[in-house]
């Protein structure tokens, strides 16, 4: 299984982005997927996550109310919309996939359960 992040860039505060993560390998409906930061310096943190199904999601109170995570199994993405963004959001973001999960409306927040990771995407806002 291979995940390729994309769609960082420059925001200005108060903007919008939205990420992308394309799964390529496995079966990508089966997959519980999740969004991780990391600032230089500092432990990944855990962003948001989505079950197999869509039906199921979950946020870092950080981020609860300005951004969405979403899926679309039938182009194996999911994405990351970020509405709202401080300057704290600057980070570089990571997708990553669960492939041992029990329901199709497990998620998790803990970064040992996702089994593959992308490449990362660098999202800076300025203030």
């Known amino acids: 299984v291979q995940l390729q992040a994309s769609g960082g860039g420059l925001a200005q505060a108060g903007g919008s982005l939205r990420l992308s993560c394309a799964v390529f390998?496995?079966?990508?409906?089966?997959?519980?997927m999740g969004w991780f930061r990391q600032v230089p310096g500092k432990e990944r943190e855990f962003v948001a996550a989505?079950?197999?199904?869509?039906?199921?999601?979950d946020y870092d109170d950080s981020v609860k109310g300005r951004f969405t995570i979403s899926r679309d199994n039938a182009k194996n993405t999911v994405y990351l919309q970020m509405n709202s963004l401080k300057s704290q959001d600057t980070a570089v973001y990571y997708c990553?996939?669960?492939?041992?999960?029990?329901?199709?409306?497990?998620?998790?927040?803990?970064?040992?359960?996702?089994?593959?990771w992308g490449q990362g995407t660098l999202v800076t806002v300025s203030s």
């Open positions: 989505i079950s197999w199904s869509g039906g199921s999601t």
């Open positions: 390998g496995g079966t990508f409906s089966r997959l519980a």
């Open positions: 990553a996939a669960d492939s041992v999960n029990y329901s199709s409306d497990f998620t998790t927040n803990m970064d040992f359960d996702y089994d593959y």
